[in-house]
């Protein structure tokens, strides 16, 4: 069984940044790819981006690339969002989610993962 809990969000003015952390309790945690997700109120949770275990592959929606940056460190069980040039499109509530499938693939589905942490709100102000 894996916890996961999501910390780093906020209120931010557009142009500027977060750094979202999910970090992990459990063990093989440096085995599951992580992905991140957001919904926003009224709108389905939607893929952001996602990191496989060892960090090689990683994936991202289109709007968020080059923006945002997906990074893991195993030794301290946690999955980092770099969030740059934020914009008021980006305000939801933030997920982290593992999928406890040994691959190097990432999906980019909610289905595809196994656990979920509880969330932490962004809130980008024009």
């Known amino acids: 069984q894996v916890q996961l809990v999501e910390s780093g969000g906020g209120l931010v003015q557009a142009g500027g940044s977060l750094r979202l952390s999910c970090v992990a309790s459990g063990r093989a945690f440096d085995t599951y790819a992580v992905g991140w997700f957001r919904q926003a109120p009224g709108k389905e949770r939607e893929f952001v981006a996602a990191?496989?275990?060892?960090?090689?592959?990683?994936s991202y929606l289109d709007s968020v690339r080059g923006r945002f940056t997906i990074s893991r460190d195993n030794a301290k069980n946690t999955v980092y969002l770099q969030m740059n040039s934020l914009k008021p499109e980006d305000t939801a509530a933030y997920h982290c989610?593992?999928?406890?499938?040994?691959?190097?693939?990432?999906?980019?589905?909610?289905?595809?993962?196994?656990?979920w942490g509880q969330g932490t709100q962004v809130t980008v102000s024009s």
């Open positions: 990191i496989s275990w060892s960090g090689i592959s990683t």
């Open positions: 989610s593992a999928d406890r499938t040994y691959s190097e693939n990432v999906s980019k589905t909610p289905n595809g993962y196994d656990y």
